[in-house]
């Protein structure tokens, strides 16, 4: 088991700039890949980024692509998400989640049904 808690969330003006944390306990946090989520009102889970064991790959939504970085301190059990320039198009519940590093995930590292582990959200508002 993984238990995963995100902080970090709260309001924003759009070009403002926030980082969310996701803080793991439980199993070894190094052997999972983390992937960011978000899901705004009335709209379906959409895939914000994700970052494997190691850090050496990471991957990202076109929509955030250059305003968002993903990284992780497994010292620390923890993965990040920098949002930058943020639009109130990014305004959503941010969920990580955490998957089995394996082929699975290399070939699918959107699919949000690879990930086993999910954490509670934490709310993100940007106003215009």
């Known amino acids: 088991q993984v238990q995963l808690v995100e902080s970090g969330g709260g309001l924003v003006q759009a070009g403002g700039s926030l980082r969310l944390s996701c803080a793991a306990s439980?199993?070894?946090?190094?052997?999972?890949?983390m992937g960011w989520f978000r899901q705004a009102p009335g709209k379906e889970r959409e895939f914000v980024a994700a970052i494997d064991w190691s850090g050496g790959n990471r991957y990202y939504a076109d929509s955030v692509k250059g305003r968002f970085t993903i990284s992780r301190d497994n010292a620390k059990n923890t993965a990040y998400l920098l949002m930058n320039s943020l639009k109130p198009e990014d305004t959503a519940v941010y969920y990580c989640?955490?998957?089995?590093?394996?082929?699975?995930?290399?070939?699918?590292?959107?699919?949000?049904?690879?990930?086993?582990?999910w954490g509670q959200g934490t709310q993100v508002t940007v106003s215009s």
């Open positions: 439980g199993r070894t946090f190094n052997i999972y890949a």
């Open positions: 989640a955490a998957a089995r590093d394996g082929s699975s995930w290399y070939r699918h590292p959107t699919d949000g049904d690879l990930y086993e582990y």
